[in-house]
């Protein structure tokens, strides 16, 4: 899956592919210096993971290239947003993940917890469910939407009403003070509002970059998030802003 663990040139071959699809193993022979042979084995290995699917002569990416672009920005940001996030569950806990490219890693550092029950409409938690005993799954049902790796629409909204959990983790595409959370798609936007009302504490993950942006559907307030998980390259005035509208911030 594309959350498996990658060599730098692995990285660089999907990122290839998800530029041109038609690229042939000669062309990413010259582009990256090594033999075609070296690039075949890396094909193959990408393949194993699930990254790609093998074509004749060369590959195309499993997964949307909007995804692969995303999994490959502030990589080292995210993986500490998660892995905080995830400090915050205990065992026997009860959980709702939103699908995101930093939402979906917290299952990542899940791992030596007990009995964690995840709700989630994200299909990349797959990848660290199936090998973490300690975490049972339940993924609701929906229109599976590529670009976002997501599960969406009415019976997602339907399936989340069910549930109640102690902790709602979720993302956004932008955050500003004045627009609050707001996201590129109407269905993203629907799950983040209802994942919040079916939880005791929301905790929005979200990288730096997303401070200052702002999506097409607004979502919800700053302030009815219980807590923000940030990495340390927001500004002075941002920190200050944040700290004014009375959000718990845990910088990593």
Sequence with gaps: ??????TEREKIIVRLLSQDSAISVSQMSDQLGVSTVTIRSNLNSLARKGIIMR????????????VVVRQGLMTPEKNRIARAAAALVDDGDTIMIEAGTTTSLVARYLLGKRDIRIVTNS???LTFARTNPGIHLTVVGGEFRPATESLV??????ELDRFHVRLA???TDGLTMNNGLTAHLVEGAEI???MAERSETTVLVADSSKYGKRGFVKVLPVTDMDKLIID????EKALQELDEAGIELILV
């Design 232 to 235: 340390k390259g927001l500004s």
């Design 123 to 125: 299909t990349l938690i």
């Design 1 to 6: 899956m594309l959350n498996a663990k990658l």
């Design 153 to 158: 629409g009415p019976l997602a909204l339907k």
């Design 169 to 171: 983790i979720v993302g």
């Design 192 to 194: 983040v509002r209802k």
């Design 55 to 66: 074509t004749r002569g060369g590959a195309s990416p499993a997964f949307h290239p909007n």
